[in-house]
């Protein structure tokens, strides 16, 4: 079992940064890749960055060069650097553990519950 809480979210206007922190607990938390997903109102619950136990990282198109996904397995924590946002960044975002690298949601085994990022024009 891991349990993910994440924080850091929070109201910002286009072209600001937020850093999401997710702190992870349970022993097998290094085992897994660990992501960032986001659902915004009205849409399906999309990928935005995995990051394997290895640090490989995959990024969605929409966020590649400006966000950045980065983990410490020692301390069970894992970053979402994002920069220069834009209104469609709004969303909830998701902290989330899964198997393998991938941005499919559906692979996701544990998630969290959730942060608020609005973004203004």
């Known amino acids: 079992q891991v349990q993910l809480v994440e924080s850091g979210g929070g109201s910002v206007q286009a072209g600001g940064s937020l850093k999401l922190s997710c702190a992870a607990s349970?022993?097998?938390?290094?085992?897994?890749?660990m992501g960032w997903f986001r659902r915004a109102r009205g849409t399906e619950r999309e990928g935005v960055a995995v990051i394997d136990r290895a640090g490989r990282t995959s990024y969605a198109g929409s966020v590649q060069g400006r966000f950045t996904i980065s983990r410490d397995n020692a301390k069970n924590t894992l970053w979402l650097q994002m920069d220069s946002l834009k209104p469609e960044d709004t969303a909830m975002y998701y902290c989330a553990a899964l198997p393998f690298l991938s941005l499919w949601a559906t692979y996701v085994t544990f998630w969290g519950q959730g942060t608020q990022v609005t973004v203004s024009s």
């Open positions: 349970g022993s097998t938390y290094s085992m897994y890749c």
